[in-house]
C-alpha cells in the first residue's frame, strides 16, 4: 500500500523559497506517475505539477516559473522546489499518484504572508 510522508512546508514572506519533500513507500517511482498536489482553505485540492515514471515532467501554468517537480528513484523521493512564493501559494501540499491517488498523507503547510 503506497504511503507519503510530506515535509519542508513552512511560513515565508512572499518572494521566499521552499523545497518540499515527500518520501514514498509501497510502490515504485521509476514506474509511477507522481504529482505536487495543494489545497488552499475552502478551495478543492488541485494538482500542481507531474512527474512520469519516465521523468516527463507537466507544470500547472500559474507556477510553471516558480515551481519544480524533480524526484531521486533511489531515495524513494518526490521534491517540490517553490521560488518566488505568493500568498495565493498558501496551502497544504500532498504528493500521490497522478492515476487513482492512493490514501492520502498528512501534507505540509505552505503559509505565505508578510
Known amino acids: 500500500q503506497a504511503q507519503f510522508v510530506e515535509t519542508g512546508g513552512g511560513l515565508v514572506h512572499p518572494g521566499g523559497s521552499l523545497r518540499l519533500s515527500c518520501e514514498v513507500s509501497?510502490?515504485?517511482?521509476?514506474?509511477?506517475?507522481m504529482g505536487w498536489y495543494r489545497q488552499a482553505p475552502g478551495q478543492q485540492r488541485e494538482l500542481v505539477a507531474v512527474?512520469?515514471?519516465?521523468?516527463?515532467?507537466t507544470v500547472q501554468e500559474s507556477v510553471r516559473d516558480r515551481f519544480t517537480i524533480s524526484k531521486d528513484n533511489d531515495k524513494s523521493t518526490l521534491y517540490l522546489k517553490t521560488e518566488n512564493l505568493k500568498p495565493e501559494d498558501t496551502a497544504v501540499y500532498y504528493c500521490?499518484?497522478?492515476?487513482?491517488?492512493?490514501?492520502w498523507g498528512q501534507g505540509t503547510q505552505v503559509t505565505i504572508a508578510a
Open positions: 512527474i512520469s515514471g519516465g521523468g516527463e515532467i
Open positions: 509501497g510502490i515504485f517511482l521509476s514506474s509511477t506517475c
Open positions: 500521490n499518484k497522478c492515476v487513482r491517488p492512493a490514501h
